[in-house]
Nanobody, 127 residues
Framework: QVQLIESGGGLVQAGGSLRLSCALA????????MGWFRQAPGKEREFVAA????????AYADSVKGRFTISRDNAKSTVYLQMNSLKPEDTAVYYC????????????????????WGQGTQVTVSS
């Protein structure tokens, strides 16, 4: 059984930085492609970033490109989301997600691609 455990959310001023972490337990992390999504109050859950199981391929939503960086450490079974130059519109609950990927380079941008989800961590950016 896959369990995703997120950490690192909090309150930060606009222009600040946060790093989210998501540890995968219960299965071999390197078999999974990973993603980050977020959901603001009253809005749909949206794609933020994705990374392939090997870590060589990444993708970002246009709204975070150049400010956020997704990375993974397969030895620690953890995926990260480094968030810089945060804006109030980045305020949301952030979720990590996982799915088994056949190929090392594949990434996934849609919610329905993922089989496992974390519990979410709140990120609040004050103006």
């Amino acid at each position: 059984q896959v369990q995703l455990i997120e950490s690192g959310g909090g309150l930060v001023q606009a222009g600040g930085s946060l790093r989210l972490s998501c540890a995968l337990a219960g299965q071999t992390f390197s078999r999974y492609a990973m993603g980050w999504f977020r959901q603001a109050p009253g809005k749909e859950r949206e794609f933020v970033a994705a990374i392939s199981r090997g870590g060589s391929t990444t993708a970002y939503a246009d709204s975070v490109k150049g400010r956020f960086t997704i990375s993974r450490d397969n030895a620690k079974s953890t995926v990260y989301l480094q968030m810089n130059s945060l804006k109030p519109e980045d305020t949301a609950v952030y979720y990590c997600a996982a799915r088994i990927a056949t190929y090392y380079i594949d990434i996934y941008r849609q919610k329905y691609h993922y089989d496992y989800w974390g519990q979410g961590t709140q990120v609040t950016v004050s103006s």
